[in-house]
């Protein structure tokens, strides 16, 4: 994000080291030097007591990351729906066969919240994807995976599939889904 560099500027500009200016600002030095480095984000109070200092506005800080932070919350929110609609037709998936057994023909009104979550959830994540295929001209799927993996560094290379790194934990989500829908299969069947 640019705010990082503008602080480093103004700062510079203004004659102060990253000490001063956390001293100013009431924060420590390493809060100023992870901002420049972009490590992490001010707060909306830091962000006013620094444009009082420099004698500037929050507009001039903030200017150049108001886009990428549009960009980031458009990320952040695609993979929020798309976890709640796997988890939403996951369930839908298990509770199939127990719904229909102990309420016949009624099973069905007990999985309609689930396929309704689902499907708004699928809509909203269609929705964000969109968005930032039009915000990043992104136009094949291996792009906008290779955007999203790169967190929007790299859009022009070609995406290579990495193993996630929590695959452990994914594999015995899976083992542990599976037979749950093995065991409803055998006890409802």
């Not at 103004?10 to 100013?24: F, I, S, V």
């Not at 992870?34 to 490590?39: A, I, M, Q, S």
């Amino acid at each position: 994000m640019e705010i990082g560099k503008q602080i480093q500027y103004y700062r510079k500009r203004d004659g102060l080291t990253q000490e001063d200016l956390a001293e100013k600002v009431y924060v420590s030095r390493n809060s100023v030097s992870n901002w420049e480095r972009g490590k992490n984000y001010p707060d909306i109070e830091m962000l006013l007591r620094m444009s009082i200092l420099f004698d500037v506005t929050i507009d001039h800080l903030v200017k150049g990351d108001v886009k990428e932070m549009k960009n980031e919350i458009h990320l952040m929110r695609f993979n929020q729906w798309s976890t709640i609609m796997l988890i939403s037709f996951g369930a839908l998936a298990l509770l199939i066969i127990p719904s229909f057994r102990y309420f016949d023909m009624y099973g069905f009104l007990v999985l309609l919240p689930f396929a309704g979550a689902g499907l708004y959830a699928g809509y909203r994540t269609e929705k964000y994807k969109k968005s930032i295929i039009h915000n990043h001209n992104l136009k094949t799927y291996e792009q906008i995976l290779n955007y999203i993996e790169s967190d929007g560094e790299n859009m022009d290379a070609e995406y290579k599939y990495h193993r996630p790194k929590n695959s452990i934990s994914i594999s015995i989500f899976c083992i542990v889904y599976f037979l749950l829908l093995f065991l409803s299969i055998k006890l409802f069947l």
